[in-house]
Each structure stands twice: as C-alpha cells, then as structure tokens.
C-alpha cells in the first residue's frame, strides 16, 4: 500500500496505539490499534486469539492513577526534553528538533507543559512553558492520543498522557518507563519518520489461514538476531546474522504480502529501539556509543513477550518491532550508514553487506510454532466466518458510518483481518470509539465491524488537512430488530455495543447509511 498521507500513516500508530506500548508493559495483554498514525500505529498487534481482552488498568482507579501522572510529570517533561530536544542527535545522527515544540496534555489535572518554547512573547526561547488546560482553546487537541500539529504557530508534537495511560501503560511497576518509552515511540514516528520513503508498509490486517510457514521463520530470525545481540565477538556475531539472513530470505520467498509488510521492520524497529536507546541514555548518560548500543540491544530481548505457552514464539502483532528493532540494533553495531539503515529494511541492509548462511533452525520452536498457529487458524476462521454470517443474514442490516480524520483514534482488540466486502478490500476490527458527526454522536464499544478505507488526495502539509474528511467508513451488522427509525426518519440504535441516537441516514445499496451532516 503505498504512503499516500502522512495522516494514514498517524491513523495506524492511533490504530497500533497499545500495541506500541505493550512492548514495555508485561501486564497487559490487550493492544489498541492507531495509522497513518496506523503504525499505525502503534497497531502494529492485536488481541491473542485465544484470550479475551484484559480489562483497563485505569478504570480501576482513576482518582489514584490522575495523582500517579500528575506525580511523575514534572519528571517526565525533564526527561523528554533531555532526549527528544537536548541530546536527539545521540538517538540518531539526523533526529534534530531544535525548532519543534512537544507539548504534554495531563487534562485530568488540568495540566500542559510546552517543552522548547518557540514563541517569543510568551517566554524565553527554548524554555519549558505550563498552562492549564483550560486555557486551551483548541478541543480537538484534548481528545487526540497523540498528533503532530501547529501551536502557538510552531510545529508541534502533542501527546495525551492521559489517553496513553488509559491504554494500558500505566499499570505495574514499570509506569514511568513505558509512559516514556511511549512517548519517545510515537515521537519518532512523527518527528523522524514522517517523510521516511522506506519501501513495503503494505496492510498490517490478518489474513486468513494464516501462513504457518512464515511464523516460523519470523521466530528463527528473531532466535539467531537475539543471539547477535548477546555475542561480543564481531565474528561470531556476523555468523548468527546471516544465519537470521537465511530465514529472512525464506519468509520474503514464502508469500506476497511479506514483502509488501518489510518496511514495518524498518518503521516499527526504528521506533522500539530509539525508544529503549533514549531510556538507557537517561540511566547511563556517560556512557560511549558502543555501550550505549549494547544496553539498548539488551533492553530490547529483555522485554520481549513471547506469547505461547512454552515460551518460544513472539507475539505476532510484535514482530515488527521486536525482529525490526534487533535488526536495528546489528545495523548500528557493525557501523552501517545512518542513512541507509534510516531508510531501508534492516534485514535487508544486513543480507546486502553481510550475504546468508544456511541455518539448521529449532526443531522445538517449529513444533511450537505449528501447534499454535493451527489452532490460531481455526480461531481467525471463526472470526471471519461471524462477519460473513451477519452479511448473509436477512435478520441483520448493514450500517455504514462515515469516520473523520478528527473521529480517526480508537482502542481495538483482537484480531483485525481483512476481508473483501461487496468486491472492495476491507478489515475486519473490533473496536471502541467515539464518532461525531454534526450533532450525532455514535458510540462503539468493542463492536465487530469492517472498515473500509476512503481515498484521499496526498497532502504535503498534514497539518493542513481539513479534519472533517472522510478517511473511512465503519460498517456494523446490527439485528433489524434493533434498529428504530423515527417518524422524522431518524435512526436510534441501542445496544450494548452500539449507540446510534437520531442520525439522519439514506438507505442505499441495502445499508443504512449515516450522514456527515
């Protein structure tokens, strides 16, 4: 698929928002999804298929978890300006924000801290500014989980650390660690990466079956890239990454879509390891380009989760930033160009200046990884066949609801899987969101639907872009019998997983379809 808006590539990161966290977050088991930001995200990342979603660390408490945030920002703004304005360059050669501003939202203590003030008339240049959030007037920066935008007429990244703490990273001992190492995520996403030009972002949904195969060729790379990443010697390090090299090529040989996925190695590993880099560089701050490299590496194999139960497998919707970020870590060790490995699949970059080796494998991690994509497969076909069941069911209507660009976040869990829907590609999604559409507020909470993506005109300037646009269409199947229309011919939908009150609609093509106005 190609990059045709800096926003989709947002919309996925929103969309892969948990999952982005969960790399540091070993309690939690449910990942939301974000692009454009459809990393993007973050989802890039679903939901095991044979768990049900955890429930949120931040409805338990929410008083406790507010005084939580509100203790550690003062610490947080300190630490992000060190690294993502002072020492960004010791990230990486090319990561320079001098004249970008980062602006944190704490609005459950009505709190804001601008850091590396650019405006003049308001205070020193390069100054950490902090208002109220009641002072700030523009709304739609509250509800965004994260976004690159103008303020004070500066470039500006703004991120949510409510929102971010409602997905999960909040919760355990590691708080503060996983809020940072989020924050730093997602900013070099937008700071960095947003005219990255890195080949192969095509979808991130599921397919169904599954190809077993290219699991298990993930999972080696991941084995031999792991223990490059422990081995000192340069030797023997090159052995055990052309010995990775040798299962790449057989996953790129295995199937289409692996090559058009190879470049989230690229965006995904580049983010985890910067942001376990900048984590390290907080805690050893003297230490030289070579340690600071190793103790990333190590970072990263330490938190892994590895998802069956034998311990042996990645989790899937963490491949591309568990292999991608190893990679990553290899590239930068044995001294490969900044430029090349910023713009490249890593372990392409590596194949090209190092070649393959044939690698004998892991018979216990093949045999694991059959046992539980097999039974992954019967699981994703059970997805897949609910959807495709409601669609034929002349019980059920099909409600097609329009989504904003400002409508565009949303948690999601589970799988999402693509789907071919009236002979156009679609994903299915289970999702919680919020839309408003004129005076119609709809309310997903983790409802079943497709998503059907909307074409949209590239724009040089994301922060240009009318928030009112069309990027999608949501499509539930809902019992007919839920479904009441008014005498004003308003449409009310009630139900758990779907509230719908008097949007104005037109029935076309067999669905009720809401309108924009």
Known sequence: MKKITYLLLIISIITVFTACGQNNSKETDQKTKTAATQEITKVEENQKPDEKPQGNPMESNPIENSKKIREMMPKLVKDIKKTMIDDAGKLWPSFNNADKQILLLNPSNKMAYLINNQKSDIGSKDEVIEYSTDSIKDVQLLVMPFQLTTFN?????VFNVDIAASFGPMSGDKAYEDTFNLIVHEGVHILLQSGNSVEGQGTRAETYPEDINSRYYRNEMYQYLKAAALIKNKDEKIDQIQQAVYFYELYLNSNKKNKEQDGYDNIEGMATYLQEKAYQLLNHPDASAKELNDLTAQSIVSNVMLTDKEKLLLDKGREFYDIGSLAMAAAVDLGLDSKAIFTTSPLGLLKSKFGSKKAEG??????????????????????????????????????????????????????IVQYEYKGKPAEIQTATREIVLGDTRIKLNQMKSLFIESPMEAQKDPMKMDPNMVMGYTIVFVPKKDIEISKDKLLTIQRDDLLIFDAKYEEKDGEYQILTK
């Open 153 to 157: 007429d500066h470039p500006t990244y």
């Open 362 to 415: 892991h018979e216990n991690i093949k045999k694991a990884n059959q046992d539980y994509y097999t039974s992954y497969n019967n699981k994703l076909k059970s997805y897949v066949d609910d959807i495709a069941t409601k669609q034929k069911d002349d019980n059920y209507a099909a409600v097609r609801i329009p989504v904003t660009i400002k409508n565009s976040s949303g948690m999601f869990q589970d799988m």
